[in-house]
């Protein structure tokens, strides 16, 4: 039995991570594409457009995908997991919809019409991330992996079509088939799951009134890391313009091969610390070896990343980039994008740490102080400097979020404890000193 579950979870592990290296492969070679054909301007809207998309993935997965991962596999009956997934799937359906309203109608003064294809990228992608949830809490993981393969040879096929007939309006033109290829995804996997969509309003509403306190200190969490993750890059845009944005976006994604190891290396060990954590003092060498372990594996990644990204930048400058900002200071961008990444490789297992503990107060007062940190920061060295300058006070925001980690996890801290409990080093323990399981809402 125990063999069956390891395959099984290995199998569905296999899937998740196959899906995120096709997404991500297909988003690398459509940014380096881009960068040939649009002019820096239009290129910077576009990863603008790309971080609000990723914004809406996060609140999307905090107000339905959270819940459906936690509830869904607890239910007692297929039809049981079917009626859950009918109400967050209304929430998430909801959610999308609000997001492509609020996004078509902030960029519609910048980009005119181009911005109803911007508003269905980001609802249709935060539909299609939150169904992707959805089938692997449902234990359907083959039909996840079918959606990714339909949207990244869709998209990948219009895509190429697109640049082979050429065009004027190549930004909206991407976007609108990008939106395509998103909903091309989620018709797949709604088509090979044989159900009929359904919708309930009353049993949502019903629903989220009992979970309201829950998914408030997720919704919390969530939006302060946003605030500081994805808001400083925004700003930089927004104070910059997307112009001078364009070479940082395009160093951005020259590092998302790191941000996609960091984001396997947390899906490999948090269900490991949440086992060491239910085990007590047990389990408290493990978990200090998987701390180390994984955080001197990222740390090592990083270092030979970035070498090797240095020993071939002349290369990767020139042709994956076709020079195309040959009047910017790309090494110093460079430089310093590496150094932000590897600062989070670097809190990403004594976060998820605290995240399995359920610290999420704390993680999110840590992220708003370093948000405003950052922000002040960044506005400074970009009206003083330069925008080449500005992913320093991002660096040095992250880096606030690093000491706050790893400064909880010492025995002495600790002081973020729900009711009836204390924080004591790596376990949760109650007053008497038994310790208790702790359960992770994701």
Request: glycine share 12%; proline share 3%.
């Amino acid at each position: 039995m125990i063999r069956a579950d390891l395959a099984r979870l290995g199998g569905r592990f296999a899937v998740m991570l196959g899906g995120e290296v096709l997404q991500s492969l297909f988003h690398l070679g459509l940014n380096l594409a881009l960068i040939r054909v649009l002019s820096a301007h239009d290129y910077g809207l576009f990863a603008m457009v790309f971080v609000l998309g990723g914004v809406g993935l996060t609140l999307v997965r905090a107000l339905a995908g959270v819940p459906a991962a936690t509830f869904i596999p607890q239910a007692r009956s297929a039809g049981a997991a079917r009626a859950l997934a009918v109400s967050f799937g209304t929430g998430a359906g909801i959610l999308g919809l609000a997001l492509a309203g609020l996004t078509t109608a902030g960029l519609l003064p910048f980009i005119g019409r181009d911005a109803l294809a911007a508003g269905a990228f980001v609802g249709l992608w935060s539909l299609r991330s939150y169904l992707r949830i959805v089938l692997f809490a449902r234990r359907r993981a083959a039909l996840a992996g079918a959606s990714d393969l339909a949207f990244t040879l869709s998209g990948t096929l219009m895509l190429v079509l697109l640049f082979a007939a050429g065009g004027s309006d190549v930004l909206g033109m991407s976007l609108a088939l990008l939106a395509a290829a998103h909903g091309i995804g989620i018709a797949a996997a709604l088509a090979l799951a044989r159900e009929p969509v359904r919708i309930g309003l009353r049993h949502t509403r019903r629903r989220y009134a009992r979970l309201r306190g829950s998914l408030s200190w997720s919704l919390a969490g969530v939006t302060t890391a946003n605030v500081q993750a994805q808001g400083q890059i925004l700003l930089i845009g927004a104070l910059a313009g997307p112009e001078a944005y364009a070479p940082v976006a395009a160093c951005l994604v020259l590092f998302s091969p790191l941000r996609l190891l960091g984001a396997v290396v947390v899906n490999l060990i948090q269900p490991e610390m949440a086992v060491q954590l239910m085990r007590g003092e047990e389990g408290q060498a493990r978990l200090r070896r998987l701390l180390g372990a994984s955080t001197a594996a990222l740390l090592a990644a990083c270092l030979a990343y970035g070498i090797a990204l240095a020993a071939l930048f002349t290369p990767i400058e020139d042709r994956l980039l076709a020079g195309r900002f040959a009047g910017e200071p790309l090494g110093l961008i460079a430089a310093t994008v590496w150094l932000t990444v590897t600062v989070t490789m670097l809190y990403a297992a004594p976060k998820t740490l605290l995240e399995t503990r359920r610290a999420f107060r704390s993680l999110a007062g840590t992220a708003l102080a370093s948000a405003c940190i950052g922000m002040a920061l960044i506005a400074l060295l970009i009206v003083f400097g330069s925008p080449a300058w500005s992913m320093v006070g991002v660096a040095l925001s992250e880096m606030v979020v690093l000491i706050r980690c790893w400064r909880a996890l010492a025995p002495s801290h600790g002081r973020d404890r729900p009711r009836g409990r204390r924080w004591s080093g790596l376990t949760l323990e109650s007053r008497d000193g038994s310790v208790k399981p702790s359960r992770v809402i994701r």
